[in-house]
């Protein structure tokens, strides 16, 4: 059993957090929590739901930020900056996860707090270079998404601390980035692998999923592409580098050397696919 609360603003969210500990959890969709209570992985003596906390289903667009609300869905996320060509990445990433209905119901915040390796968002996210903002009894912090999470469901949050926003800077409109992803189905099941790649000017990024405890950075292959631009020679070099930067492991999904082969073949798909999109 559980006690069930409605908050009305973000300092009670963290008084609860603070007075409850590791016994309280927070709902924002719950597709994951939910599921991870039924089967027994969590057990909260407290629920604080934060979809009652005004402002945080907003989107808010400024001059050089967009600040993501904790309890806006995949779904509205999605559909608001579909409008930013330079988000796509992104959009392409929240449009990977699980169904239509799921996206309807689940958070991006959600979705990087769950802290899965196979996360699809988050690779999108590093590559973006997207900030969390995290409100704490103290007030607020911002934390890099590459060194937000710290392992499989494992984040930097503190007792007493709730993600309130993703932040995303604004981009030059030629900005451009692709998500490509491998799973045993297309839709419903966690990626085999993930690479998300994206191009600003003469810059390179590169993102890993599901191949390492947490999001890789390439940054080899981001360096070799920043030196010889991209073209169909540097997109296959870049790649072999990219499977060499994999850590993966073996399990129900596929086996190491295979997860390794998958990475280099994605990145090569993305960063052609990347060049086209930099071209139009």
Not at 178 to 185: C, H, N, P, S, T
Not at 225 to 246: Q, V
Request: charged share 20%; net charge positive; with cysteine.
């Amino acid at each position: 059993m559980f006690e069930y609360h409605e908050p009305q603003s973000l300092a009670e969210v963290t008084s609860l957090l603070a007075a409850h500990g590791e016994t309280a959890r927070v709902l924002a969709g719950g597709t994951d929590l939910l599921v991870q209570m039924r089967k027994g992985r969590q057990q909260p003596h407290h629920l604080l739901n934060i979809k009652t906390v005004p402002g945080l289903d907003q989107i808010i667009v400024a001059e050089d930020c967009v600040e993501i609300g904790a309890a806006v869905t995949l779904y509205d996320a999605e559909k608001q900056l579909s409008a930013y060509q330079e988000y796509g990445v992104l959009c392409q990433a929240m449009h990977s996860v699980a169904s239509c209905q799921i996206r309807n119901r689940a958070t991006l915040a959600g979705n990087i707090c769950n802290a899965s390796p196979a996360a699809d968002t988050v690779p999108a996210l590093v590559v973006l270079g997207a900030n969390v903002k995290i409100h704490g009894t103290k007030g607020d912090r911002l934390v890099p998404m590459e060194r937000f999470i710290t392992g499989p469901g494992r984040t930097v949050l503190l007792i007493g601390e709730v993600v309130s926003a993703i932040v995303l800077p604004r981009l030059n409109g030629g900005s451009r980035g692709v998500y490509l992803r491998k799973a045993r189905r297309p839709s419903l099941d966690l990626a085999t692998a993930s690479v998300a790649a994206f191009a600003a000017g003469g810059s390179y990024r590169i993102a890993l999923g599901a191949v390492g405890p947490t999001v890789i950075r390439v940054r080899e292959a981001e360096r070799l592409l920043a030196a010889k631009g991209l073209t169909a020679a540097s997109a296959a070099e870049a790649a072999r580098i990219a499977g060499l930067a994999a850590r993966p492991i073996s399990d129900v999904r596929s086996s190491e050397e295979y997860r390794r082969d998958l990475v280099a073949a994605l990145a090569e798909r993305a960063l052609l696919a990347l060049a086209e999109e930099v071209r139009a």
